[in-house]
C-alpha cells in the first residue's frame, strides 16, 4: 500500500429501504474520523434500516468500535435497526470481548431479498 492509500474504504448501496454499507480494511481512529462522517451523511439520506458489512474488516480497535456504535445509535435516533454481516473470527472475538456481540442483531451473510438486487450504488473511496 502506497503512503497516500488508506487502510479502509466503504462501499454502499440500497436496496429496497434498506443501506448496506460494506467497511473494508482497518477499522481504526482514523478510519472512525474519516468513515464517522461519510456513514452519517448516507444514513441521514438513505433509509432507516442498515447493513453493516464486516466480512472485508481486517482490523477492529476501539474508534472501529465506536464507530460501529455511533452508526447503531443514530440508525436507532432515526427509528431504525442495524444489523451487522460477521467478519472475520478475530473481528468477532474483539466484539465478545468488550462485550458487544448481544449489542447488535448479527447475520452471517447478506439476506438473499437484499443480495438479488440494487437499487443504486453508492461506492465511495475516502481520497487522501
Known sequence: MGADELAFWLRARTVGGTIIIELHGELDMLAQGELGPRIHALVCREATEAILDLRAVTFLDAGGIRLLLAVRDQV??????????RGAPRIAQVLRIVRLDTAFTMLDALPRTLAEGADADLGIRPSV
Do not use: E, Q
Open 76 to 85: 436507532a435516533r432515526r427509528g431504525g435497526s442495524l444489523r451487522l454481516i
